[in-house]
């Protein structure tokens, strides 16, 4: 199975700040790469599919970036309604799988 | 508006059988792969498995730790999916999601998720 390893696990940030988190998958993935916005309490939200294009009603201060085994997501303003935890997903190959997720909390 | 709500979690006994239902709305779920993904409590996600379309001859496949106890289903006449979970162990213990497939660009991936119901597996 391939293994995806996001970083930090979690992160203190202020409204306005850059955030930045990386997702590492264990062998190559081309971009098959995905990312997901959970709230607490709520499902998951697709944001980012092939590693970079935003899925539709997506706000442009999301970008992801990345091939092959590094990717990365910004948020590039943080907004209050973005505290959350994002999870990176390979769907390169089965099983599918998901990196560990990133809790992004208020400074 | 696109929406799925799924149903039939609960608590039930280890070695026990559970049928969640997932109800599709707002699109046509006869064009879609379909997924079902789990969240043990305080948990990251966790894949249990796709069906693929009729175009694809409904076939499945499974994560390891559920292959041979979960079976995933569909009827597409009724807008509906299905998990039927046998020999349930503690460690499914879980929320689980019901989730659309997107094809972007023959690529089928998560792209709408339900709300999730809660499966319980304890004594």
């Known amino acids: 199975d391939i293994q995806m390893t996001q970083s930090p696990s979690s992160l203190s940030a202020s409204v306005g700040d850059r955030v930045t988190i990386t997702c590492r998958a264990s062998?190559?993935?081309?971009?098959?790469l995905a990312w997901f916005q959970q709230k607490p309490g709520e499902a998951p939200k697709s944001l980012i599919y092939?590693?970079?294009s935003l899925h539709g009603g997506v706000p442009s201060k999301f970008s992801g970036s990345g091939s092959g085994t590094d990717f990365t997501l910004i948020i590039s303003s943080l907004q209050p309604e973005d505290f959350a935890t994002y999870y990176c997903?390979?769907?390169?190959?089965?099983?599918?799988?998901f990196g560990g997720g990133t809790k992004v909390e208020i400074k | 508006e696109v929406q799925l709500v799924e149903s039939g979690g609960g608590l039930v006994q280890p070695g026990g059988s559970l049928r969640l239902s997932c109800a599709a709305s707002?699109?046509?779920?006869?064009?879609?792969?379909m997924d079902w993904v789990r969240q043990a409590p305080g948990k990251g996600l966790e894949w249990v498995g796709r069906?693929?379309?009729?175009?694809?001859?409904?076939?499945?496949e499974y994560a390891a730790s559920v292959k041979d106890r979960f079976t995933i289903s569909r009827d597409d006449s009724k807008n509906s999916l299905y998990l039927q979970m046998n020999s349930l162990k503690t460690e499914d213990t879980a929320v689980y999601f019901c989730?659309?497939?997107?094809?972007?660009?023959?690529?089928?991936?998560?792209?709408?998720w339900g709300q999730g119901t809660l499966v319980t597996v304890s004594s």
């Open positions: 997903e390979q769907y390169y190959t089965y099983p599918l799988t």
């Open positions: 989730v659309r497939d997107g094809n972007y660009n023959g690529i089928h991936l998560l792209d709408f």
């Open positions: 062998q190559g993935i081309s971009n098959y």
């Open positions: 707002g699109f046509t779920l006869s064009d879609h792969f």
């Open positions: 092939a590693a970079s």
């Open positions: 069906t693929r379309n009729k175009a694809n001859s409904y076939t499945t």
